[in-house]
């Protein structure tokens, strides 16, 4: 069964720090993989994703995610954080499940003014 | 276009009630799904509906029900609420039948809380 693993749950940053939360999945064949972001009593809303082709992928609002294959991990990636980044950030894979999204348990990212 | 709506937005039940969550998409989408959002636990699948007519079990099915009662709506129903479905619902829609590629679009959540 695919399963996705989020190493950090929660992440305290000050603003202007850089910012890596992991993502590891568990399927060998082809798989999508998305990126979510949760602001505070807001819903999901979608990051960035990947399908195929260059396995770095740019989002909205700065962030960024690099596949990388060998790793079996997809790391979300800001250069320079903000107050307003302050979220709950979820991994989620989709590789021979029809439509279904398997996700990872969520990161906590604080970010400190 | 207003996306995925929820109601209710909040719902506070006792042990052994009953009742039917809401989810309407605008999108003309043709999958829908039902999470769970339990902290530390992320979001959990229950139900989805590739499609009009169909329905599947997901990840934690046991205490639920669905209906896919057209194109645009999918409902969610709890026949006898326990303390165990306390959580954050969210409901889900995707363009295409069982694509792997899509992304989904959330509805604002319901918090239910069962005593």
């Known amino acids: 069964a695919q399963s996705v693993s989020q190493h950090n749950h929660h992440v305290i940053l000050s603003e202007a720090a850089s910012l890596e939360l992991g993502c590891n999945y568990s399927?060998?064949?082809?798989?999508?993989l998305f990126w979510y972001v949760q602001y505070p009593g807001q819903h999901l809303q979608l990051l960035l994703k990947y399908f195929s082709g260059d396995p770095l992928v740019k989002g909205i609002k700065g962030f960024e995610a690099e596949f990388i294959k060998s790793k079996f991990s997809f790391n979300l990636r800001k250069p320079s954080v903000q107050w307003s980044d302050t979220a709950e950030y979820f991994c989620a894979v989709n590789g021979n499940q029809g439509g279904k999204l398997i996700f990872g348990q969520g990161t906590e990212l604080s970010v400190k003014p | 276009n207003a996306g995925v709506t929820q109601t209710p937005k909040f719902q506070v039940l006792k042990t052994g009630q009953s009742m039917t969550l809401q989810c309407a998409q605008d999108?003309?989408?043709?999958?829908m799904y039902w999470y769970r959002q339990d902290p530390g636990m992320g979001l959990r699948l229950i139900y989805y509906s590739a499609s009009e007519g169909t329905t599947d079990k997901g990840e934690v099915p046991n205490g639920y029900n669905v209906s896919r009662l057209n194109k645009r709506e999918f409902s969610l129903r709890l026949e006898s609420a326990a303390p165990s479905q306390t959580s954050v619902y969210f409901c889900?829609?995707?363009?295409?039948?069982?694509?792997?590629?899509?992304?989904?679009?959330f509805g604002p959540g319901t918090r239910l809380t069962v005593t």
């Open positions: 399927y060998g064949g082809t798989v999508n």
């Open positions: 999108m003309n989408h043709n999958s």
């Open positions: 889900a829609s995707s363009v295409r039948t069982g694509s792997t590629a899509d992304e989904q679009y």
